[in-house]
């Protein structure tokens, strides 16, 4: 019960879930959000979810599921694989997603968001295409 490497592992799941949760509820809220007049307590209220989600649990658990995942790639002898390279680049994808809505939870603080609702429904889908491709290559190892 004492072996890192599957501890690590255990850790980057529970990360990667978090963060995924995360991913998927905050485009939800921005949805939402976008409906809310400015100034109203809705919006603020919405503001606070955004922020706290953002800040609490996303931007926490991605840094996680990074440093443990990079560990268990360095235990594993996994940088030569293909799989590997290729799942990087689908959380390299993914964070980017994440930066782009930590930008987007700055502008909705700020009042200037300039996206529609629909845009953040569409969004939201992203996560869920990452995170199939994410899975199948961990689980398969295809090349």
Not at 5 to 13: E, N
Not at 55 to 60: G, L, V, Y
């Amino acid at each position: 019960m004492s072996d890192p490497y599957l501890w690590g592992k255990v850790l980057h799941i529970l990360s990667f879930v978090a963060w995924m949760a995360a991913m998927f509820y905050l485009p939800r809220l921005m949805v939402y959000h976008c409906d809310a007049p400015k100034g109203s307590v809705q919006s603020e209220t919405f503001k606070v979810m955004e922020r706290r989600l953002l800040k609490a649990i996303a931007t926490p658990a991605m840094i996680a599921t990074w440093i443990f995942g990079l560990y268990l790639a360095w235990a594993g002898g996994f940088f030569t694989d293909g799989w590997l390279h290729a799942k990087l680049l689908l959380v390299l994808i993914l964070s980017g997603v994440h930066g782009f809505l930590a930008r987007q939870v700055r502008a909705f603080a700020e009042d200037r968001n300039r996206f529609s609702g629909r845009f953040y429904r569409v969004l939201n889908e992203v996560p869920t295409l990452l995170l199939i491709g994410i899975v199948i290559l961990v689980i398969l190892k295809p090349f």
